[in-house]
């Protein structure tokens, strides 16, 4: 018997010994299961739920036969595909439960003679594990909320969408400053996309994904910085996709919202816990001049084992604010984006608010000022723990040139040390 270019021995009839393979269609055919054949173990990057619903299985194609014409058409990719596949039916679950709305929007796979005509029309080579992810999925339709994260602010929106092939190829970049790059999302709002460098030019390394930043004191024009995103496509998509199925990334009204939450983040005083959850907008930043804005969530929780007389409300709140080149900013003022809370046990309250900075990375800290409502006079403290915000790698263009300025970029927060950029949200623990 051949199989795979090369000859297998077969044992005498009276040595084989039958093997029970029973295999259910709800079962994950994983490679460690497998024996060591190699039509096996290369027949591992497919779904198993792939295969047992084809109509050719159906109509009585033999497993081998089924597998010669699926390695004919996805055998290039038998490196991501596992993963990919994984990381688009995790997500598909996330989605069916939390943001339902978003599964409608997605768009069946491209085929291997699309993928061909764009790389034709853009005359470039997609990486293969680009290829792979959109014969899965071929991006997204043009609607909001898009798949990749949101954020709102007062006066700011964006929601990214996964371009689909056709989309992306007719953004494809070949002016100066953004050679060779290839548009992965899409905001309607403010015109933000990331992008995947297809060549090693002016900067990039190849097939990195990054946000362009125009660099507005260099002396060319044309000058574009870049926060870095991802390594290649494969870590962008499977590290959106794990921080998005594990959490870490919170759904509000029916979108993902890109804020990080780091778990450590945490304080508790006495029945109320404030945890911080933050997020870099690259939009709103630049690398030159030094710009680097950053929003933050806030969560007061007050526990629903605390007793009624606990109830209070808020009146103050104290920041400290320190950054990387050791700076030391104190800042107060009456309530929290011009509210005073109150707590009873059980509620929760949140709130967004922005600051910016000149520095690449900076961390606060500080307290909030009770008072008991059962007694105006029981004044008391509860901590907020310190949460980082730290700028994303950046890259500057090749042979950067600088502009002379006078000019001194120093950090800011607002007079009162929180701007209201999301509003307030109160609801009760369940």
């Known amino acids: 018997m051949q199989q795979l270019g090369r000859e297998l021995p077969l044992k005498p009839k009276e040595e084989e010994e039958e093997v029970p393979i029973t295999m259910a269609a709800s079962a994950e055919l994983r490679v460690d299961q497998l024996p060591a054949d190699p039509l096996l173990h290369i027949l591992s990057f497919l779904s198993f739920r792939d295969l047992i619903n084809a109509d050719r299985v159906l109509s009585g194609t033999s497993w081998y036969c089924l597998f010669r014409q699926y390695y004919r058409d996805l055998g290039r990719y038998i490196t991501y595909y596992p993963v990919l ?55 997204q339709k043009l609607v909001i909320p898009g798949l990749m994260g949101s954020m709102s602010l007062s006066n700011h929106y964006r929601s990214e969408v996964l371009l689909d092939i056709e989309t992306a190829g007719g953004g494809f970049q070949q002016r100066k ?23 090693s030019a002016e900067g990039r390394h190849k097939f990195e994904s990054f946000y362009p930043c125009p660099d507005q004191t260099a002396q060319d024009p044309s000058a574009i910085n870049m926060f870095i995103t991802g390594s290649s496509f494969l870590d962008w998509f499977t590290t959106y996709v794990h921080n998005v199925v594990s959490g870490d990334f919170p759904i509000i009204r029916d979108q993902i919202f890109r804020y990080v939450h780091d778990k450590g983040c945490v304080a508790t005083t006495d029945d109320i816990t404030v945890s911080v959850s933050t997020s870099f907008l690259p939009e709103l930043s630049s690398v030159h001049p030094p710009h680097f804005f950053f929003t933050y969530r806030v969560r007061i929780e007050m526990s629903s084992k605390a ?40 509620k929760v309250h949140e709130y967004s608010s922005c600051t910016t900075f000149s520095t690449h990375s900076e961390y606060m800290e500080g307290h909030y000022t009770f008072h008991r409502l059962a007694n105006k006079e029981e004044v008391f403290q509860v901590a907020i723990p310190r949460f980082h915000m730290v700028c994303p790698s950046y890259r500057e263009p090749a042979g950067r040139t600088v502009q002379k300025t006078s000019s001194n970029y120093m950090s800011h927060l607002d007079d009162n040390g929180e701007e209201d950029c999301d509003g307030d949200s109160d609801s009760s623990a369940t």
Not at 129 to 137: G, K, L, M
Not at 187 to 199: I, K, P, V
Not at 320 to 330: A, F, H, L, P, Y
């Open 85 to 139: 596949k994984r990381a688009w039916e995790q997500l598909k679950t996330f989605l069916q439960q939390r943001c339902p709305r978003m599964i409608a929007s997605l768009k069946e796979g491209a085929t291997e003679l699309e993928l061909n005509n764009i790389e034709a029309q853009i005359n470039g080579s997609l990486p293969n594990d680009y290829r792979c992810s959109y014969r899965i999925h071929n991006g």
């Open 177 to 199: 400053g953004m050679r060779h790059c290839l548009p992965l999302t899409f905001c309607f709002h403010t015109g933000l996309s990331q992008y995947m460098a297809l060549e």
């Open 307 to 346: 007793s009624p007389e606990a109830a209070c409300q808020l009146d103050s709140r104290y920041w400290k604010i320190t950054t990387s080149d050791g700076n030391v900013e104190e800042v107060q003022g009456p309530g929290v984006v011009g509210e005073f809370p109150v707590m009873r046990p059980g």
